[in-house]
Nanobody, 111 residues
Framework: QVHLVESGGGLVHPGGSLRLSCVAS????????MGWYRQAPGKQRELVAV???????NYADSVKGRFTISRDNSKNTMYLQMNSLKPEDTGVYYC?????WGQGTQVTVSS
């Protein structure tokens, strides 16, 4: 089981960009699915994007065309590039791999 640590969150204006990183304590090469989730205040945690070991990706409809998930196995790191951010993107973003979850990083989109 790997330990995951997210970073890169913060406060950004609508239309801005952020890049989240998720660093694993061990190799992610053999981990088939990795994903980003988010939880807004008062709402359930929802899937944002997933990527498999072959690089295939899938996105929630609400972020398609704006977010890009990627992974660098050599760095044991997964990324989430978020562009054209909207206030409704606000929440705590979590990375997930195997049965492990990170502690989350706060993303706030506000003018």
């Amino acid at each position: 089981q790997v330990h995951l640590v997210e970073s890169g969150g913060g406060l950004v204006h609508p239309g801005g960009s952020l890049r989240l990183s998720c660093v694993a304590s061990g190799s992610i090469t053999s981990i088939y699915f990795m994903g980003w989730y988010r939880q807004a205040p008062g709402k359930q945690r929802e899937l944002v994007a997933v990527i498999n070991s072959g690089g295939s990706t899938n996105y929630a409809d609400s972020v398609k065309g704006r977010f890009t998930i990627s992974r660098d196995n050599s760095k044991n790191t997964m990324y989430l590039q978020m562009n054209s951010l909207k206030p409704e993107d606000t929440g705590v973003y979590y990375c997930q791999a195997s049965s492990s979850w990170g502690q989350g990083t706060q993303v706030t989109v506000s003018s």
